[in-house]
């Protein structure tokens, strides 16, 4: 069974643009959540997706957002970057129901210069 | 709100030995789960061990046990037969056991080192 998958890996940026990164579940799971590690904020829930719809949300700003597709994978998008918003990005999959089972990807690494 | 807890500086432990790594949490949940990640120098985040809140037992995976003391409110790791591979950051986290949401509450993280 294949496990999650995040794409790209890596990405550079400049302050002022936008960024999409995406996360494919492990097949059958349904809820992806995704966060942000930084060395001076640890890691941070961003926001959790099920069956398309937004169900849980982070104390991050609106510049942040994410959407999920009919086939559970998922994208978050940060428009306006800043320099704070450089950060190792990991989604995390699950079954619906089991929330003790919770798989990461590998991450994306943002830099934003 | 949740909280973790890990205090421990950067621990070091001889290869074959055992090592527990600490978590204490705080909730008014009445039902929760205790997690525990490693997270090696490439990043991704591999899941150890799980305990649920109204397990009796404390949860086992092979030389991962998680030390569940529910009055004490503690959760830590033990890792028997240290390994050179066992080297990362290790993270302790609070979840749900059920419901709606899967939101994880992480710990600051705990570097552990294998000397040969």
């Known amino acids: 069974k294949a496990g999650v998958t995040q794409t790209p890996r890596y990405l550079i940026k400049t302050r002022g643009q936008q960024v999409t990164l995406s996360c494919s579940p492990i097949s059958g799971h349904r809820s992806v959540s995704w966060y942000q590690q930084t060395p001076g904020q640890g890691l941070q829930f961003l926001f959790e997706y099920f069956s398309e719809t937004q169900r849980n949300k982070g104390n991050f700003p609106g510049r942040f957002s994410g959407r999920q597709f009919s086939n559970s994978r998922s994208e978050m998008n940060v428009s306006t970057l800043e320099l704070g918003d450089s950060a190792l990005y990991l989604c995390a999959s699950s079954l619906p129901g089991a929330p003790y089972e919770q798989y990461f990807g590998p991450g994306t690494r943002l830099t934003v210069t | 709100a949740q909280k973790i807890t890990q205090t421990q500086p950067g621990m070091f432990v001889q290869e074959k030995e055992a090592v527990t790594l600490d978590c204490t949490y705080d909730t008014s949940d009445p039902s929760y789960g205790l997690f525990w990640y490693k997270q090696p120098s490439s990043g991704e985040m591999i899941f150890l061990i799980y305990q649920g809140s109204y397990d009796q037992q404390n949860a086992t995976e092979g030389r991962y046990s998680l030390n569940f003391q529910k009055a004490r409110k503690s959760a830590n790791l033990v890792i028997s037969a240290s390994q050179l591979g066992d080297s990362a950051m290790y993270f302790c986290?609070?979840?749900?056991?059920?419901?709606?949401?899967?939101?994880?509450?992480f710990g600051k993280g705990i570097t552990l080192s294998v000397r040969p």
């Open positions: 986290a609070m979840g749900p056991h059920t419901g709606a949401n899967s939101k994880l509450t």
